[in-house]
């Protein structure tokens, strides 16, 4: 059934309100089909991305087509985008299944078609047997499936998602981020999904576009964006990562990263420019025994006090101080923990980091918003 | 301890009592006057007939007067309500600083001293030839009668979900069809309300319809201000008596709106 969805192209999307910029020339292709999720903080313009492809609001220049045609200028009710908003907007005079019915019931289908088009849609979401409750009478997960069967229903061929999880807590929130999947799977409609949360991100796209001050700092696929991060704010904003800055120098042909006394080698490939920093992600982070010399030849190490050893259950996450700053290492939970106030060496192998261009100001962004 | 809150209750039940007749007894005392068989106002009445009331029905000054009010105040309802259910909605879906100063614009009528409103229309309607007209009675209650609709309408969409209006869209339904089966039915309580409050503002003023009434043309009001003041005679008592019972029933009509509204809002 994959053969629902259709393609999205935004072209230069910019939006000002009043003073402030809200969107500064987005560029960013969906393929037909495709889960695309658009993430950032607060204000960095993907919910303000979301309203104009919905056509809530329309933009100051540029353009946006879907399945080849444009659509700036049409009325929302024109564009046959299913939207599914965070606090679900569910008529409450209205009962489920006439909450379902309502865009059936806009495009003049018989009785008869609805009723039968509202049973299927309300069984694909998990809700058969409630057609006939109001909203207030169900739960808020439950809401937001009978807000997803209400954007679903009359076969959009592009679904847009405004943090439809924001509002549930961790346990439902993780639940209906796999239904969501599912729907997404078993419709083949495309999806746009927007949120903050990065681990929802991580865990229901395709690709993802992260979002920083009204532009987009780098697309990709999921795995690509957590493992090769383009910009600090990339990589600072999806998951978390230990950071050294500096200045490149290179010497026989091997590049290192200089930051004061501390002399690193760096990875190769990338050109961030004479500034650059150093990004390692916390479980590609070793953390060795001052003792037992066994640090690897071409491998970085900086000594460091052990502040804290935090227990995650799957996991065991080591704070590092070693001076000027503190560094993450993740690991198994299940070897010999490090005493907290001991002396460690932390070592990683410059294949395992990423350089990219040291830029405060992103730095500073990304900071704020965790 | 029980015993003196048990007398405090008892006292406070009283007080209640004694307020509620001082402000009843006037007001309830038409009722049997209007029944009297004496051509006076005396009360109590020494014997009972309905003479009053057949004089009311039969009178064509009094029937030319009731139904003037009753055609003002119908359309007046009409207009206000459309009038200040519009302007709500603007008010509602406006940002700016202009959005305090329309609000006060609107509700101004319902400040400013009724005389001195009525010596303004007054005035103004007797160069523009609206004095003692159908006209001229409609749009001055319209004016007097906005503001309680804004109010009321304001009210509910304080409740309303603004993002209902964008679901509606992004479901195919077009800005009419969105007003019809989202917004209006969500908002209907306060507009009936403010409906409600419109007719008797209309029917009920006095101020302005003293000003603009004539020999021609005459509300109920001041009918009965002018029978007062002419010949003293029960059938002002139940001309009273109607009002007072086409009241009650808006009034009634009104705390069944009001029970229902606040039912569906904590079922919600």
Redesign the interface.
Known sequence: MAEHGVGLTLAGLTKTYRSSVALDGIDLTVAPGEFMTLLGPSGSGKTTTLNLVAGFIEPDSGDIVMGGAPLVGVPPHKRDIGVVFQNYALFPHMKVDANVAFPLKQRGMSKADIAKSVTDMLAIVGLEGYGDRYPRELSGGQQQRVALARALVFNPKLLLLDEPLGALDKRLRETLQIEIKRIHRELGVTFVFVTHDQEEALAMSDRIAVFNQGRIEQVGPVDSLYESPQTLFVAKFLGDSNVVEGALSEEDGIRYLVDGSRRFVAPAGGDPGPLAAMVVRPERMRLIDPAASTVGATENCLSGRVSEVIYLGSRRRVVVDIGTRTFLVDGSASGIAPEAGSNVLLAWSPDDARLVPADPAAELAAQRSS | MSSGRRRSRWVLGAYCTVVGLLMLLPVLIVVPVSFSSLRSLRFPPPGWSTKWYEKLFTSPEWQLAASTSVKVAVVVTVLATVLGTMAALGLAGSRGRWVAGARGLLIAPMIIPGVIIAVGIYYVFLRWRLTESYLGFVLAHTMLAIPIVVITVSASLQNF?Q??I?????????PV??FR??TL??ILPGVLTGALFAFLTSFDESIVALFLSGPGIRTLPIQIFQSVTSALEPTIAAASTLLLVLTTVLMIVFAVITHFRTKADT??
């Open positions: 979900d993002q209902l964008k679901a509606s869209q992004s479901l195919g339904a077009g069809t969105t089966s989202v039915p969500l079922r919600g």
